[in-house]
C-alpha cells in the first residue's frame, strides 16, 4: 500500500525553527517528485515547495523563499522540510504529496498525500 506519513509537527515560537520529515512506502519514491503543500486554518491549500524526483531542483513559494529548505534522501525514501525564521503565518496543516514524474508545478495532480501535520507557531 501506497503511504505518505509527515512528522515533526509541533507548536514553535515566531522566530524559531522546525524540521518535517515525509516518509515514503509502497512506491518507487525515487521516480516521483515531491511537493509540500499547507493549509491555513480557514483557508484553502498552498503550495510550498517542490523537489524534482532526483533531487537536483527545487522551488519555493515566495512566503517562504530564503526561510525554509526543501530536500530528500532517495536512499532512505524521505522527504524534509527545514522551516526557519517561523512566522505566526506559517501556522498551517503540512501535506507532503508525490507525482510520478521528474517535476511537478504546484499540486494538482498528485499521486499520493499524506494525511498532514500541524504546524503552530505561536508565543
Known sequence: EEQLVESGGDLVQ????LSL????SGFAFSNYAMAWVRQAP???????????SRGDNTR???SVKAR???????????????????????TAVYYCAA?????????LGMDY???????TVSA
Open 14 to 17: 515566531p522566530g524559531g525553527s
Open 21 to 24: 520529515s515525509c516518509a515514503a
Open 42 to 52: 480557514g483557508k484553502g491549500l498552498e503550495w510550498v515547495s517542490g523537489i524534482t
Open 60 to 62: 519555493y513559494a515566495d
Open 68 to 90: 525554509f529548505t526543501i530536500s530528500r534522501d532517495n536512499t532512505k525514501n524521505t522527504m524534509y522540510l527545514q522551516m526557519n525564521s517561523l512566522k505566526p503565518e506559517d
Open 99 to 107: 507525482r510520478e514524474s521528474y517535476w511537478v508545478n504546484g499540486y
Open 113 to 119: 498525500w499524506g494525511k498532514g501535520i500541524l504546524v
